[in-house]
């Protein structure tokens, strides 16, 4: 195993900065589900959400169930891809609140195509809380209603994004060295 240079990458944000802001979208979160009937359903998108999920659900105060999914998206040329669920939801989520974990939006089709998903299995609402937010990467809209960060259109990683299954366990968000463009 190979360690990780710093001169592979920058930070772009801090631990510190990371937890400060996560700890502030819990709060948001909790006073948004505070009257609740039944368990809030979180369901993270594997892998890179899962620092994210970890940290913000140790914060959430409200009654919580923690699913995952999984999707990979295949592309040709320049047209959207056709987004496949690799790992499906186990609960039931019709009539339930859903906050959908993200690492990161960029292009918007994959998330879109997860939140109607979800609607038409017919959760009462879904929202999506993201890490990182790559606006000007964005090709079809994507409401993000809980907003760690807006980032450029950057290739990041760390806490939980990867570069080839590497760099995922760094505590901070790095700039990967030579890189631009998505982290699709």
């Not at 320049?78 to 859903?98: C, F, L, Q, T, Y």
């Amino acid at each position: 195993m190979h360690a990780h240079k710093k001169s592979d990458h920058k930070i772009l944000i801090s631990a510190a900065t990371l937890q400060k802001r996560i700890s502030a979208l819990a709060k948001q979160i909790n006073a948004d589900y505070a009257d609740l009937s039944e368990p809030l359903v979180c369901i993270g998108v594997l892998k890179g959400s899962i620092f994210f999920l970890v940290d913000l659900l140790k914060q959430v105060t409200v009654p919580l169930v923690i699913d995952f999914l999984q999707t990979s998206s295949y592309r040709s040329g320049s047209e959207p891809g056709e987004v496949r669920i690799r790992k499906d939801i186990d609960v039931a989520i019709r009539g339930r609140h859903v906050l959908l974990i993200e690492d990161i939006v960029d292009t918007g089709f994959t998330l879109k195509t997860i939140l109607e998903l979800f609607r038409f299995r017919g959760a009462a609402s879904v929202k999506l809380c993201a890490m990182l937010d790559k606006a000007e990467a964005r090709e079809i809209e994507v409401p993000v209603d809980y907003r760690g960060f807006e980032i450029d259109d950057i290739f990041v990683i760390g806490y939980g994004l990867d570069f080839d299954e590497r760099y995922r366990e760094l505590p901070y968000i790095g700039v990967y060295a030579d890189s631009a463009g998505t982290n699709s």
